[in-house]
């Protein structure tokens, strides 16, 4: 089955994407709370039950569609960062983009701050974090991947430093929350507009650019010899890994797990091809995200489980099976 989906990149990515309409529209059936999934659509479709249109519309419906848009842009930054570092192991939050936001995050909620300036901050210490990892990455001649990753590395564990120790001084009556954030939370999130907006832009862009990506991904020399202006696009990928991850730690907190693995995934089942990874790559990261939410607010109701936790407990075994068989031909 995998390799007829592999040889019919545009039959996976059309499956993925039925995949992702299921996902939302278990999310939008299926909570805590209102009646059962057949009551519900009932009661919505003759407008006996107002309460069942409100629930889906302005709860369930912005949080999957939050969900969706945060999990596709995690996937599109772990696809920009192991092209740029040349690294299957690179993440979306290796240059420390996560840690900047964490750190000024839960410094706002010490401080007793609401969900709009908790989003603030973590989106300031986001970009505080990119700009400190890129100006310390400088170098003779620039800098380098290497370079990058491993200032990123160093800059990520000193970020986790400091949120430990606010973790250990901090007030406990908000120790919950700030757990959740750092392991991701989509209660705090608010429209999904954004997350959404970006989405749509940065994946026509990413297709548009799959061939300079294609080539980038196989060495610097090979890029430079056909053609590719090397130094512009890694600053590009740089940039762009570094918005699409702090726009969505900002909203969501901090969801492991996503933009490491799912772009490993998609290159397992349909090659290396970045114009069927990226697509496929935001859809099934997006997919992911929908359906680790969907568990994470009704296995326990109506207690809430960290969403990024389920992530990986969804994603783990999925991707150790794909591991055991032959990956497809670049």
Same mark, same amino acid.
């Given at each position: 089955?995998? =390799? ?12 993925? @994407? ?29 407008? &006996? ?5 409100? %629930? ?12 969706? *848009? ?11 960062? !192991?092209? %740029? ?29 609401? &969900?709009?300036?908790? !989003? #603030? ?8 974090? &990119? ?5 310390? @990455? !400088? ?34 009556? /908000? ?14 999130? *608010? ?6 907006? %970006? &989405? ?11 061939? $300079?990506?294609?080539?980038? @991904? ?8 056909? #053609? ?20 969505? /730690?900002? =909203?969501? #907190? ?16 349909? *090659? ?6 990226? $697509?496929? @790559? ?8 929908? /359906? ?11 207690? !809430? ?11 783990? $075994? ?13």
């Amino acid at each position: 089955m995998i =390799e007829s989906l592999a040889r019919r990149p545009t039959l996976a990515i059309a499956l993925l @994407a039925l995949l992702a309409l299921l996902a939302l529209l278990a999310s939008l059936s299926i909570g805590s709370a209102g009646p059962r999934a057949l009551g519900l659509w009932a009661g919505i479709a003759d407008g &006996t039950d107002p309460l069942a249109r409100s %629930l889906v519309l302005e709860l369930r419906l912005p949080r999957a569609l939050t969900a969706f *848009g945060a999990g596709a842009l995690l996937a599109l930054a772990g696809v920009c960062m !192991q092209v %740029l570092l040349r690294n299957p192991l690179a993440d979306p939050y290796v240059l420390g983009v996560s840690g900047g936001a964490s750190v000024a995050a839960l410094g706002m909620m010490l401080l007793g701050g609401g &969900t709009l300036a908790v !989003q #603030g901050a973590a989106f300031t210490g986001a970009l505080g974090a &990119t700009l400190l990892v890129f100006a310390l @990455a !400088q170098g003779p001649g620039g800098w380098t991947p290497t370079r990058l990753l491993l200032t990123g590395i160093v800059v990520a564990a000193g970020t986790g430093a400091l949120v430990s120790l606010m973790l250990a001084a901090g007030d406990p009556t /908000v120790l919950r929350s700030m757990v959740f954030w750092l392991m991701g939370d989509l209660s705090w999130s *608010g429209s999904p507009l954004g997350l959404l907006v %970006l &989405t749509a832009i940065a994946i026509p862009l990413g297709v548009f650019a799959a061939r $300079p990506l294609n080539v980038l @991904a196989r060495g610097d020399v090979q890029a430079q010899l056909l #053609g590719v202006a090397v130094t512009p696009l890694r600053g590009a990928l740089f940039v762009a890994a570094s918005v699409l991850t702090a726009a969505t /730690v900002t =909203e969501v #907190g901090a969801i492991g797990f996503v933009g490491l693995v799912t772009p490993h995934l998609v290159r397992l089942v349909l *090659g290396s091809d970045h114009r069927r990874v990226v $697509p496929a @790559a935001a859809l099934a990261g997006g997919t992911l995200v929908m /359906v680790a939410d969907l568990v994470a607010r009704t296995v326990l109701a109506p207690r !809430q489980l960290p969403v990024g936790a389920l992530t990986a407990i969804v994603g783990v $075994p999925l991707f150790l099976a794909l591991m055991r068989r032959p990956q497809v031909a670049t």
